[in-house]
């Protein structure tokens, strides 16, 4: 019997992530599982995906925003944030997300931050290609538990991080189909595709505005080249924050 059902608790959603992560068994060379679980703010599947700074988040929120990134962390930076208690929030990915939902009036508690792929990079950099992309029975384990976290969390919005992970959530809607194929987000906003709305997920019974957004750790190379209508650079990705929270 499970100690939830002894004692009456109910079972937290980020739990339940936690549990289905233990069931992914086939982790490919140079990826190891993650191993603990950091207690602080720290991006899914490395903590509880929940921004822990100053404030008791117990669970994530139903509706809110989902924050999607590629891959978590490699296993020395892995262990730095264990150490720490945290993921180093004024870190170039923390900091600049942070900024980017306050000027867009997101509330960083409203967020859920997660990644696409599971797993630890046995290397010692934590850029480069991910591993695990190369094995497609993994790639395909690491999506159905991104689609499960999606139909509990049912997002509101849904927010991608950089050019690899468009065409990985694009196999979850029939509504993002020009995703599929693309590896630049550049390419999203030639074709006015960067920002969808009414994005349908499982089956239809969750819809999301779903937004491709510069990868935070390299915003300042790379957000002044995006587009949306007659916004450009920082502004286009703030516009799409506001329209993105005013149709909910």
Sequence with gaps: ???????????????????????????????????????????????????????????????????????????????????????????????????????SEINIEDCFFTNVYVGLMDSESNVGVFPGSKSEIFKQQCIKLLEYQISEQRPNIILTLGGFVPPLIARLSIDLQEWLTVDKISQLDSINK??????????GDVISNVIALTHPSQRHLNVGRRKYGTFTGNDAEIAMLVKATQLF
Aim: contains cysteine.
């Design 1 to 103: 019997m499970d100690i939830h059902e002894l004692t009456g608790a109910e079972v937290r959603i980020i739990d339940k992530f936690h549990t289905k992560l233990k069931l992914i068994d086939d982790y490919p060379d140079g990826v190891v599982p993650v191993y603990e679980r950091i207690t602080g703010t720290s991006f899914f599947p490395g903590g509880d995906g929940l921004w822990k700074h100053g404030h008791v988040n117990e669970d994530l929120k139903i509706g809110g925003v989902m924050i999607v990134g590629h891959n978590f962390d490699n296993i020395s930076g892995f262990k730095k944030s264990l150490s720490m208690g945290t993921e180093p929030i004024t870190c170039p990915t923390w900091r600049n997300i942070r900024k980017l939902l306050s000027d």
């Design 194 to 203: 960067q920002f969808i709305t009414g994005a349908r997920f499982c089956g």
